[in-house]
């Protein structure tokens, strides 16, 4: 159970073009959706936290004009990346948490985006 | 704000060896969560072992055992037996303890854990 996919798994966008990645929760329903971002060989970093039918709320530092956050279902969370340029290109994780268990978050995947 | 630090950028073992892979973190909060997660080359984020922060008895998951400290903030993770399989990067985690439960991961740089056969 607890399972958390990500789509698309690798995607590749020309400069000043949008992209959205999808996080669904298949199993549960996710109370909450997290964020994070991760440059090559180094750590996850929390972008945003975003609750069903809240706006998200963003870690400072992270500009959430161009991370459009969406989390319209219990099951669906979206990142859209707006008007992206190379320095966006990264691996995205998503991870969700439900209210059975909210200190355990199960994670997706992950998306590596290229922004050419 | 909550700081995580692994001062261990890469480690080494021999299979079957035990390893132990070091993290201290910094918080003003009583209540909390503390993680070990594994990424191996899929990237996929999996669970090793988590320890709350009240529990005084340290946290045990097969071969995986963790030192928790929680006066010095010390949470270090050690692997018995060493397996090929155990070779991936190792992040610290942690997690404040609040009652709606939404609140995000703080993670360490991470170790690379390298096996020896």
């Known amino acids: 159970g607890a399972v958390v996919s990500q789509h698309p798994s690798r995607v590749i966008c020309k400069s000043g073009t949008s992209v959205k990645i999808e996080c669904r929760s298949l199993d549960f329903q996710a109370t909450t959706m997290f964020w994070y971002r991760q440059f090559p060989k180094q750590s996850l970093m929390l972008m945003a936290t975003?609750?069903?039918?809240?706006?998200?709320?963003?870690e400072q530092g992270v500009e959430k004009d161009k991370f459009l956050i969406n989390h319209a279902s219990l099951t669906l969370s979206t990142l859209t990346v707006t008007s992206a340029h190379p320095e966006d290109s990264s691996f995205y994780i998503c991870?969700?948490?439900?209210?059975?268990?909210?200190?355990?978050?199960?994670f997706g995947p992950g998306t590596r985006l290229t922004v050419t | 704000a909550q700081t995580v630090t692994q001062s261990q950028p890469e480690m080494s073992v021999q299979e079957a060896e035990t390893v132990t892979l070091s993290c201290t973190y910094d918080t003003s909060e009583s209540d909390y969560y503390l993680f070990w997660y594994k990424q191996p080359p899929s990237r996929q984020m999996i669970l090793v072992i988590r320890?709350?922060?009240?529990?005084?008895q340290n946290a045990t998951e097969n071969r995986f055992s963790v030192n928790f400290q929680k006066a010095a903030k010390s949470f270090s993770l050690k692997i018995s037996d060493s397996q090929l399989g155990d070779a991936a990067m190792y992040f610290c985690?942690?997690?404040?303890?609040?009652?709606?439960?939404?609140?995000?991961?703080?993670f360490g740089k991470g170790t690379h854990l390298i096996i020896q056969p």
């Open positions: 991870s969700a948490s439900w209210f059975a268990n909210p200190y355990e978050q199960y």
């Open positions: 985690a942690y997690r404040i303890l609040t009652g709606g439960g939404a609140d995000g991961l703080t």
């Open positions: 320890q709350e922060a009240y529990k005084q």
């Open positions: 975003s609750n069903e039918g809240s706006k998200a709320t963003y």
